[in-house]
């Protein structure tokens, strides 16, 4: 049986890396290419894994962040069985991942 695939979409990685923190960012360089999309758009295809994405939208983003499309889209092999908690899209690393785990302290004896 082959094996199903899958992708990651790594917009909010590749901008963070140029610089672009805010979504809003992308519309005017969009607009410069004749890409028209409101800043509730630009925000979704940002935060959001986009199901169906124009070829000339992704075209614009490689352009604008001067990067390739397999730094925007990484494919990967679905997981089997297991399930996780869903993601936002573009969030496979989160802060949350990246904050340190408290520390516990064993064998202290009191006295």
């Known amino acids: 049986m082959a094996a199903k695939l899958d992708y990651r979409w790594h917009l909010r ?8 923190f805010a979504t809003t960012d992308l519309i005017e360089p969009l607009g410069r290419r004749g890409i028209r999309l409101s800043s509730s758009q630009v925000y979704r295809l940002v935060v959001e894994r986009p199901e169906r994405l124009s070829l000339k939208i992704l075209m614009a983003l490689c352009d604008i962040l001067d990067c390739s499309m397999t730094e925007l889209i990484e494919p990967v092999t679905a997981g089997g069985a297991v399930t996780r908690k869903k993601k936002a899209a573009g969030a496979e690393t989160s802060i949350g991942d990246l904050r340190p785990t408290r520390a516990r302290i064993h064998g202290v004896e009191r006295g």
């Open 13 to 20: 990685t590749v901008m963070a890396e140029r610089g672009l």
